[in-house]
């Protein structure tokens, strides 16, 4: 994923909408790790599945509009990417 086209400040953004949803997946409702939370016993992949990740509607990272964004756990965050396409920018051909 190219960082290029997010806003300098993206982290700051990401992190006040994750604060917002009280580290809650909009989707399925889990509630997600919040920075440097690591429980104990759990390996790497355990603790990705309870990462949150900011999402954008349109695909556009440069369109910071609160109604764009969306907090999603991995694994809604994948399914949204994988069954809408998501990762197909204009003009580019989609392999599936």
Not at 14 to 33: E, G, Y
Not at 68 to 88: A, E, K, M, P, Q
Request: include cysteine.
């Amino acid at each position: 994923m190219s960082r290029t086209r997010y806003s300098k400040d993206w982290k700051e953004i990401a992190t006040a909408i994750k604060q917002a949803s009280n580290w809650r997946c909009t989707k399925c409702s889990r509630v997600c790790l919040r920075p440097g939370e690591k429980p104990q016993g759990w390996s790497k992949s355990q603790r990705r599945v309870y990462n949150l990740q900011v999402h954008h509607y349109n695909f556009d990272p440069s369109d910071n509009r609160i109604e764009n964004l969306i907090c999603l756990c991995s694994s809604c965050h994948l399914d949204y990417h994988r069954f809408g396409r998501g990762n197909v920018s204009p003009g580019q051909l989609s392999l599936f």
